[in-house]
DNA sequence: AACTGCTGTGAATTGTTCTTCACAGAATAC
DNA sequence: GTATTCTGTGAAGAACAATTCACAGCAGTT
């Protein structure tokens, strides 16, 4: 029908691909060679949760059935089946997919923008070797004359919710902060290597 | 002296706060608890290029010292040492990294810029999953009406070497765009989950 | 030789982000 | 209570990024 695909042999195959790829859909069996269809299932959605997974199965058992969706799988379709079944569950699942990613596209922009700037960075930096601080502090620190500046950026940074201010003024990293800071350094090691 | 300092008892402590960190300098003993001095200097240069690294020993031999600076250690100094020794070679190195970060720093604000932009992201998908791809063919995958709006983003990427194209007008992802793809997927999931 | 589609360039325009500046209320120091 | 420092707002403009448009060379077709 047009779509992309690609396939693996076995769930080993199956994370490997996920991992090194960028995959809306898996279809995935619940027996498979080596580990269960289960088994990759979990680990699936834990290495790349955006990745939809439609399970497939011979055998299906209500008790299946809910397993797989509990552990995330987004659809569930027994063998033998019509292929426009399986179709019409691969639009549904693909719609899905599209509306998310118009939201974490936002985020993403949001985010990537927020770290483009090296005022930002610096700002967040200082926040991660000092844990927290208030707003002369880190004008002085950063050797910036005119203090609105840093204001102006602090702002952004609350926008995009990297940082926080407690009642006392104090500003510091919120839990993505941190998380999009780490990551920054990978970033910054591939660069450099 | 005002420097910010941070402590491990062991080598295999040194790698993990070195990992989670953003250190300029690392001091290290050839003879520790554990991991060897030597062994810590290879895993630490391997994680975080970045960091310098001083090695300090009371059991100075030619031998361990050449071994030291082949391995990528920046300085090597023999116990016992004069406090002002050791200031000498940290100011030294430190200016070093200095220069290097005003290297990297231009390098990642040109990278982070280039992915701040949806059709720059778009484009460096697209050339994911075709592997190669010729410029129409883009513009028409992308939807976009002006061809030229394309040219343009495509010189971006040119310029911050993440695409590269041959002979034949074809665009394909350099060795580094496909490095940072894979970072930006690490942040997409983050960003979703 | 004329036509079509592809791959661009360069200039003008629009749109966004960043900086600067004038000002002002709240907290703290004297 | 007066001065000073801190924390911020809002508007104007500068700097930078992105879009649009007119055009042009080239390759392949008819």
């Not at 995330?72 to 691969?90: H, M, N, Q, R, V």
């Amino acid at each position: 029908m047009g779509y992309q695909t690609n396939e693996a042999a076995s769930g080993k195959e199956a994370i490997e691909k996920t991992a090194s790829g960028d995959f809306d859909i898996a279809l995935l069996d619940l027996m498979m060679p080596g580990m269960s269809g289960a088994e990759t299932l979990g680990e699936l959605r834990k290495i790349s949760p955006k990745t939809k997974v439609i399970m497939i199965t011979a055998f299906a058992t209500v008790d299946n059935a809910v397993d797989a969706i509990k552990k995330g799988a987004s659809d569930y379709i027994a063998k033998p089946f019509k292929i426009e079944e399986l179709l019409t569950a691969i639009r549904r699942v693909l719609e899905e997919c599209r509306f998310e990613e118009g939201i974490t596209k936002l985020n993403l922009d949001y985010t990537l923008s927020s770290l483009a700037n090296p005022i930002r960075r610096n700002i967040l930096k200082l926040l991660q070797s000092r844990k927290s601080m208030r707003l002369m502090e880190m004008v002085r620190e950063l050797d910036i004359d005119d203090h609105t500046k840093v204001v102006f950026h602090l702002k952004m940074l609350k926008e995009s919710s990297l940082i926080n201010q407690d009642k006392g003024k104090s500003y510091s990293l919120t839990g993505e902060g941190e998380r999009i800071l780490s990551c920054l350094n990978i970033l910054k090691n591939y660069l450099s290597a």
